[in-house]
Each structure stands twice: as C-alpha cells, then as structure tokens.
C-alpha cells in the first residue's frame, strides 16, 4: 500500500522559505514521476514540481520557476519541495503525489497521471 505524508508547511512572510518533505513508503515505480501540487481556495489544483525519479529529471510551473526546488533522497524514500522568494500568491494548500505510470510524458504536470496523492499541508505566506 502506498502512503505519502507531507510534513513543513506553515507560515512564512513574503520573501521568506520553506521546505515541504514527504515520506514515502510501499512506493517502488522507479521509473515515473513524483511531485508537489497545490489547490488555492477557489482555485482548481496545479502541478507545481516534479521529478522523474529514475533520471532526475526536473519539471516546473512558470510560476515557481527559479523560487523552487524539488529533489529526492531515495535513501531515505523522501520528497522534498524548497521554496524560496515566497509570494502571497503561493499560498494554498500543497499535496505530495506519485504516478502508478511508468515511463516519460510530455505532461509530467498533469495531475490526472498521479494515482497517489497525500493528505496535503498548508502554506500560507504573508505580504
């Protein structure tokens, strides 16, 4: 059974950072994706950060372009999103995700590829 639980959100000013992890367990698709999603209140949800886990490969909204980061530990089966240069418009509601899909997309954003999902965190960011 897969289990993502995201851990790190909160409260930060604008212009700060945080870092959001997500432990993983009973998830062995080496050859997908992971990534990081957020849902603003009225808002639909929005792929943010993935990663291709077997290559490493990166892949951003234009939004968070150059402000966050994703990586992986596998040796520790955790997902991590930094977030730098924080703005009131990141606020929202952030979900760990993993695709049962193996292989490469072209939409590696798209949440509709993403069987696995957490129980999110929030991040709420301050002008």
């Known amino acids: 059974q897969v289990q993502l639980v995201e851990s790190g959100g909160g409260s930060a000013q604008a212009g700060g950072s945080l870092r959001l992890s997500c432990a993983t367990s009973?998830?062995?698709?080496?050859?997908?994706?992971m990534g990081w999603f957020r849902q603003a209140p009225g808002k639909e949800r929005e792929g943010v950060a993935v990663?291709?886990?077997?290559?490493?490969?990166?892949y951003y909204a234009d939004s968070v372009k150059g402000r966050f980061t994703v990586s992986q530990d596998n040796a520790k089966n955790t997902l991590y999103l930094q977030m730098n240069s924080l703005k009131p418009e990141d606020t929202a509601m952030y979900y760990c995700?993993?695709?049962?899909?193996?292989?490469?997309?072209?939409?590696?954003?798209?949440?509709?590829?993403?069987?696995?999902w957490g129980q999110g965190t929030q991040v709420t960011v301050s002008s």
């Open positions: 990663i291709f886990i077997r290559a490493g490969f990166t």
């Open positions: 995700a993993a695709s049962g899909m193996s292989g490469v997309t072209a939409r590696p954003l798209d949440q509709h590829l993403y069987n696995y």
């Open positions: 009973g998830y062995t698709y080496s050859s997908s994706y």
